[in-house]
């Protein structure tokens, strides 16, 4: 094996220009990989976005990694290395860190006499790599290897040591990793809660459900405010669409599977009609090692060359927010935005999120879009629950966020800072509601989520235990990501601020205590229908009557959010079955209780949800054209 060329001396100070022969375009041209025009184009698009010219060709499929590879290696005078050829020296396996290795796409592959060989799959940014070398490691040279080699060997070599970081990365006291250890704290509050409640509810009755009534219409008072106040500060127009950035920056989309053989070819189709540079997107669907099945499903389909699969080791949990930090290291974007396995984003939505990132301040570091069915007439429960995502996306997320407060992310059509991200320590791989808890996270560190207009769809879950698992595990992220913000409530009310952290009980608390204490309320349904309750009747005769006014308010107000939500919506033909939500509700309370028990049971345990169990209600309705009003 002849020495590479060229040789380097690691050095802070800056290095001399590569050597370089022929233009790529023009190898290309000249081995009759491209053809004039096709030259051309790639040239332009390169221009046009700002991505490399590598880049364009192998996204917009007009030559192969391999050409690219190869036309490199004359461009640059270097030789080429190949993992099935040239396995790499494990010797040098710990000169960099995997991330680092990552991070520049280069690789220690070998030592010829004293010089090391470093691989690159990007000559045009070594010179960053030589920087992140140690010091006084002597001679080094360059050499060309695919991305994918690159890769490969990062994850066979240090795959299980990056996903035992991803399961630990954020810090421990911000993270609920350690909520299945009983301490002698949570035995004696936990404990002495449960016999008090024993010991009124044996000694007197009455008093208890009192008690729980007057718990429940607290409770029920305050959600209503909030939802109100949400409504209101909704009503302001939003803020006029930004222009295109002149450069388009990388955005990667993590997109995790598992189990996800029934809609993966859907989901391929559906991210292939982003309307976004090629070169410039970086899709990655996220496999755990142990999916055969969806590994199979996507071994017999082509994959565009802007889309890989990441696999990510076994370990001790398997979590979608496990799979996301371990992802998060392949990734290649600026910009980081998830997607779930059955979402079905409008075409513009990566050109708004970058023209937003473009004119945003630094402090704004989140983006989250809107989630949309496209199955809303399959049955009355994905109608109700099309109404549910109205209010929360098109209400109460917008109206949150304009009165201040930190917003609970939705688990999809979110993108982020990439570097904001790493900040933080990525998502907490523990929690089963691991997007609720970064936006509080995020908020913590000083940092703003905006809501934008753009939309994505997805399939409703419509059937009923499916429904209540799903609810249950939302409700369970909801109650551990509360008690892990309010572990040291002096320094969250520090953080936050006065407002946000009233903020955090309001959205957090609230809403599960809503659900857990609803049983209270049923009574007054009793009562309008003309039956005798004793927690309905508890006390004089106005108290009942205020109680009930109260509740028929309450109720008032949720009909009145909700046919606003719906009405800004383009699915004003459900405005109809709004009254009936009163029937849906209870779903929650059964999905509470499930999660109150699993909190204590199981912490970690992640209830899976099926798709493609149901189509969409037309051939074009998993496409967004709405904007909402």
């Known amino acids: 094996m002849s020495s590479p060329s060229p040789v380097f001396r690691t050095s802070r100070i800056a290095q001399a220009e590569l050597p370089r022969g022929r233009p790529l375009w023009a190898i290309l041209l000249a081995n009759g990989t491209l053809m004039p025009t096709e030259a051309v184009q790639a040239l332009a698009e390169a221009g046009r976005s700002g991505a490399a010219l590598p880049r364009v060709l192998v996204a917009e499929d007009l030559a192969t990694p391999e050409q690219v590879l190869e036309a490199q290696a004359l461009h640059y005078g270097a030789m080429i290395l190949r993992r099935e050829a040239n396995p790499p020296d494990p010797a040098l396996s710990d000169l960099l860190s995997p991330e680092t290795c990552l991070r520049h796409s280069v690789l220690p592959w070998l030592r010829i006499g004293e010089t090391i060989v470093l691989a690159t799959a990007q000559p045009d940014r070594f010179h960053s790599a030589l920087d992140a070398l140690p010091e006084g490691c002597g001679a080094v040279a360059m050499a060309l290897a695919t991305e994918a080699d690159i890769q490969s060997e990062i994850a066979t070599s240090h795959g299980e040591a990056m996903a035992r970081r991803a399961e630990t990365q954020v810090p421990a006291d911000e993270s609920c990793r350690d909520m299945d250890r009983i301490t002698p704290l949570r035995a004696v509050i936990g404990g002495s809660f449960a016999l008090a409640c024993l010991a009124l509810l044996f000694h007197d009755a009455r008093l208890f459900f009192a008690l729980a009534t007057l718990a429940a219409v607290v409770t029920l008072v305050l959600a209503q405010l909030t939802r109100l106040a949400a409504l209101v500060a909704g009503l302001r127009s939003p803020p006029p ?213 753009v939309v994505t769809r997805e399939e409703a879950n419509n059937r009923v235990w499916p429904w209540v698992r799903q609810r249950s595990r939302w409700l369970k992220g909801y109650m551990i990501t509360w008690a892990v913000h309010m572990r040291a409530p002096r320094r969250l009310w520090r953080e936050l601020g006065a407002w946000r952290f009233l903020g955090v009980q309001l959205v957090l608390l609230t809403g599960c205590l809503q659900f857990l204490l609803a049983p209270a309320l049923w009574s007054f349904w009793l009562l309008l229908a003309g039956w005798t309750s004793q927690l309905a009747s508890w006390g004089a005769p106005h108290v009942t009557r205020a109680l009930l006014l109260g509740f028929l308010v309450a109720e008032a107000v949720s009909l009145l959010v909700s046919i606003a939500a719906v009405s800004r919506s383009p699915h004003n033909g459900l405005l109809l079955w709004v009254p009936t939500l009163f029937l849906y509700f209870p779903l929650g309370t059964l999905a509470a209780y499930k999660a109150l028990w699993e909190l204590i049971a199981r912490p970690f345990y992640w209830d899976k949800t099926a798709h493609g169990h149901s189509a969409p209600d037309r051939p074009d309705a998993d496409i967004p054209e709405d904007l909402p009003r």
């Open 241 to 453: 669409l930004d222009d295109l950035p002149p450069r388009l920056p990388t955005v990667s989309l993590l997109v995790p599977l598992f189990r996800e053989e029934r809609i993966a070819r859907d989901l391929v189709q559906r991210l292939s009609r982003l309307d976004y540079p090629r070169a410039a997107l970086d899709v990655l669907l996220v496999l755990e090692a142990r999916d055969e099945t969806t590994r199979a499903t996507l071994s017999r389909m082509i994959l565009p060359p802007w889309m890989r699969v990441i696999e990510v080791p076994d370990g001790p949990i398997t979590t979608k927010p496990r799979a996301l930090n371990y992802a998060l290291r392949f990734a290649r974007g600026e910009i980081v935005g998830i997607y779930d396995a059955e979402d079905s984003p409008a075409p513009d939505q990566l050109r708004r999120v970058a023209a937003r990132f473009g004119r945003a301040p630094p402090r704004t570091a989140c983006l989250q879009g809107i989630l949309d069915f496209y199955n809303p007439r399959a049955n009355w429960l994905s109608r109700c629950f099309t109404i549910e995502y109205a209010t929360w996306f098109r209400v109460m997320l917008p109206g949150l966020a304009r009165l201040g407060f930190a917003i609970p992310l939705g688990g999809t059509t979110v993108f982020f800072r990439r570097a904001v991200l790493e900040e933080v320590g990525g998502w907490d791989a523990h929690n089963v509601t691991e997007d609720a808890d970064l936006g509080i996270r995020l908020a913590r560190h000083g940092y703003v989520t905006e809501l934008l207009p």
